[in-house]
Nanobody, 124 residues
Framework: QVQLVESGGGLVQAGGSLRLSCAAS????????MSWYRQAPGQQRDMIAA???????YYEDSVKGRFTISMDNAKNTVYLQMNSQKSEDTAAYYC??????????????????WGRGTQVTVSS
């Protein structure tokens, strides 16, 4: 079984910083890409940052220049460094991965996995 576990959420003042981590564990053959989504109360879940195994990154406009996504391939872990935080960054943050799970003799086709989320609250 593959699991994604987020950590690093919490309460931060506006203008402050937090770093989220998401560790993927289990029978992982390879990771294609990992992303961070966030969902505020009453809102849909939106992707805010993504990183491909090649190193290519994507950022949603509202976080460009403030957030940085990175990945440690050896640890199967993705990070989200969040700086200059604003009250509108308050949300539950979810980790997503598209990866191949290893089988006894080969690997499965790529599949999608989600973490359970970590809450980030920015006080103004």
């Amino acid at each position: 079984q593959v699991q994604l576990v987020e950590s690093g959420g919490g309460l931060v003042q506006a203008g402050g910083s937090l770093r989220l981590s998401c560790a993927a564990s289990g029978r992982i053959y390879s990771i294609n890409a990992m992303s961070w989504y966030r969902q505020a109360p009453g809102q849909q879940r939106d992707m805010i940052a993504a990183i491909h195994k090649s190193g290519t990154t994507y950022y949603e406009d509202s976080v460009k220049g403030r957030f940085t996504i990175s990945m440690d391939n050896a640890k199967n872990t993705v990070y989200l460094q969040m700086n200059s935080q604003k009250s509108e960054d308050t949300a539950a943050y979810y980790c997503y991965a598209k990866l191949r799970e290893r089988t006894d003799f080969d690997c499965k086709p790529p599949d999608e996995y989600w973490g359970r989320g970590t809450q980030v609250t920015v006080s103004s």
